[in-house]
């Protein structure tokens, strides 16, 4: 694989820490042979020796030149080959003058050694070669007329053996130095790839790194005319593991379950030949596994059972049993696609697909689900065109007191005029919105809309009453969402008892820390909270009171069969009215659609209700014109 910027980083870095020793140690040297040289330059001189004298104080003066240059420009590399140049003349110098009273081959051992040390391995070798030829050639033929000293031919001989393995263990050193260098990046550059390839928790492939293996694969595919199933898998429930018993907790289930799946996968039936590259970890808690060589699209369902049996019974991590499974979704290559994103992309529409059909199952990629995955990406897409062109509305359904029939709320609707969604209506595109993240601007649009509009019907029509307004369950887990609502009141004056914020019962979990942080924050913001579509949800009584809730929605569907056969329905209205009073919470009936409805919900002493019978959803100057009137 090709090197990573971060792997590129970490090299330059470790580059830099030798660049820099380099740096200090030329400058070291240098400045301390400048001192040395013109010191025993001048004794030269003074004693007589003016031509190791003369030698001796040009190569201080190259050395100070050399030093100026290195701390002007930093240039290690050029400082190096300079101060080597002046290390080599030195020691040809005292091999050919014999130095003080002849004392010049006892200089030239640590000349050398350092001029070694100063350079690189190979150049090291180069300069030791020319070194060694020249001194032989001085010593051992008639280019010895050049001497300014005699030397015998044992002096001679030792000199050579002792300076070849001297040398040569500097040389050793420098290697083995080098060959540390070496490792130590080769190591660097393994961790930093096991980092940018592979997921750090569970050690599989990670999302870059599967992205490159399955386009290999389907080369490979291609070239061999064979089938490839590609398995999405998402955690049904994980969220509640981290809210319930933190990440740890749930880093730990995710690991077991990482190795639970490499299990799996290694079938004793051999239905496919397992490859480390069959698996990947793409984020949180969704995985994929690559299915190569498959004979029928029907034996990547074999592997999906298995991998659902794992949560049989429950899933157990350190002695507790997670209430976790997993939706998964099949595309097949090539007959769902041949492409390696749209083959991706639709195994994660059939996980969905699974989700919306119960969880805990596998679904194949189907045409239905290409059908409804090209209208969701429709529907994305008319979503942001509204939100830049302005396409959302409001419209505002009267909420009335049961007792007296005033007007003592609105809740405001959203409504979409874009071309791009016509015949799409909220059920449609919020889930949509809800999915994409879009959710979270189209909140905030519709409660800084609905909030201007509050203030002015309170400034010029004396209105006294809430304005209702949805939120979408995404935000429960928005830790922005209390101060962006805090930021819109104070930024229209609104006092925020005049403010109801309605959440769907069917978005609250038992036990989500994060969702009821969210409530609180908002409750002490001092908006009132609303359950909507209650009774539709999972809510447990006796868990009322640890939400900050203010009032109950009556879902329209009980509404609806007050007057059923059913008695299990029939009596849902009273059973929520008893539940409101025993926790002195407000009471709305929506989808009030008949007198015999409403003067029931009035004798059962509800407290609002809302539906056609009362109003319809009214454009802004109906309402406008409603309460005038």
């Known amino acids: 694989m090709s090197s990573t910027p971060e792997n590129i980083i970490g090299q330059q870095e470790m580059l830099a820490v030798r660049q820099r020793r380099r740096y200090t140690l030329c400058h070291v040297l240098t400045f301390l042979g400048v001192l040395f040289l013109a010191a025993f330059g001048g004794l030269s001189l003074v004693s ?21 240059l290195l701390k002007r420009s930093g240039n290690v590399e050029r400082a190096a080959k300079i101060l080597s140049g002046i290390l080599f003349v030195l020691s040809m110098s005292l091999l050919i003058t014999g130095g003080e009273n002849n004392t010049g081959m006892l200089w030239i051992y640590p000349i050398v050694a350092i001029n070694l040390f100063i350079n690189r391995f190979w150049p090291a070798v180069f300069v030791f070669s020319i070194f060694s030829i020249a001194s032989a050639l001085l010593l051992f033929t008639p280019l010895s007329a050049l001497l300014m000293t005699s030397y015998s031919l044992t002096e001679s001989v030792r000199f050579m053996l002792t300076m070849l393995a001297l040398n040569s263990i500097c040389l050793a050193a420098l290697r083995s130095e080098e060959q540390a260098y070496e490792t130590i990046m080769q190591l660097h550059a393994d961790d930093i790839r096991q980092m940018a390839y592979y997921d750090k928790l569970t050690g599989l492939p990670n999302r870059w790194s599967f992205k490159t293996n399955l386009e290999r694969m389907l080369n490979r595919a291609e070239r061999d005319k064979q089938r490839i199933g590609l398995l999405y898998i998402d955690l049904d429930n994980f969220k509640q593991v981290n809210d319930q018993h933190g990440h740890e907790a749930g880093d730990r289930v995710l690991l077991k379950f990482s190795e639970r799946l490499l299990d799996v996968i290694r079938p004793n039936d051999q239905l496919y030949k397992p490859q480390t590259e069959s698996l990947a970890r793409l984020a949180g808690d969704e995985f994929v596994v690559l299915l190569p060589n498959i004979k029928d699209p029907l034996d990547a369902s074999t592997v999906a059972a298995r991998i659902l049996n794992i949560f049989k019974g429950g899933f157990s991590v350190d002695d507790v049993d997670h209430m976790i499974y997993a939706s998964i979704g099949i595309a097949v290559y090539p007959d769902d696609s041949a492409d390696s994103k749209n083959l ?99 909140d905030l649009w519709v409660i800084d809309n609905a909030l201007e509009a509050q203030g002015v019907l309170q400034k010029e029509h004396s209105f006294s009453g809430k304005i209702c307004i949805n939120i979408s369950g995404v935000e429960l887990h928005n830790e922005l969402f209390s101060e962006q609502v805090k930021n819109l009141l104070e930024h229209h004056q609104i006092k925020p008892n005049c403010v109801e914020l309605e959440v769907t019962e069917t978005a609250f979990v038992a036990g989500d820390v994060t969702c009821l942080k969210t409530l609180n924050a908002l409750n002490e913001l001092g908006v009132s909270l609303a359950l909507d579509d209650f009774g539709t949800g999972y809510t447990a009584f006796n868990q009322l009171i640890h939400y900050p809730a203010h009032c109950l929605k009556i879902d329209r569907s009980f509404v609806n069969d007050l007057f059923s056969e059913r008695e299990a329905r029939n009596k849902m209205v009273m059973i929520i009215q008893s539940l409101a009073k025993l926790y002195d919470l407000r009471v709305i009936a929506e989808g009030v659609e008949t007198e015999a409805q409403m003067t029931y919900l009035k004798e059962l002493g509800c407290d609002w209700a809302q539906g056609y019978y009362l109003s319809r959803p009214l454009p802004w100057d109906d309402f406008c014109a409603l309460l005038k009137s």
């Open 48 to 68: 007589g020796s003016h031509v190791l004298g003369t030698i001796l104080l040009i190569n201080a003066l190259v050395g100070l030149i050399n030093l100026y």
């Open 344 to 442: 991706l992309h639709h195994a994660d529409a059939a996980m969905y697909d699974a989700k919306n059909n119960g969880r805990n199952c596998f679904k194949f990629f189907t045409q239905d689900i290409a059908d409804k995955l090209r209208e969701r990406q429709l529907i994305e897409k008319g979503l942001r065109l509204a939100l830049n062109e302005a396409h959302f509305s409001l419209v505002y359904m009267p909420i009335f007191a049961c007792k007296d029939s005033s007007i003592v709320a609105v809740e405001v609707l959203l409504r979409c005029h874009s071309p791009a969604l016509k015949g799409y209506g909220p059920d449609q595109f919020i889930p949509v919105a809800e999915a994409t993240g879009l959710i979270k601007d189209i």
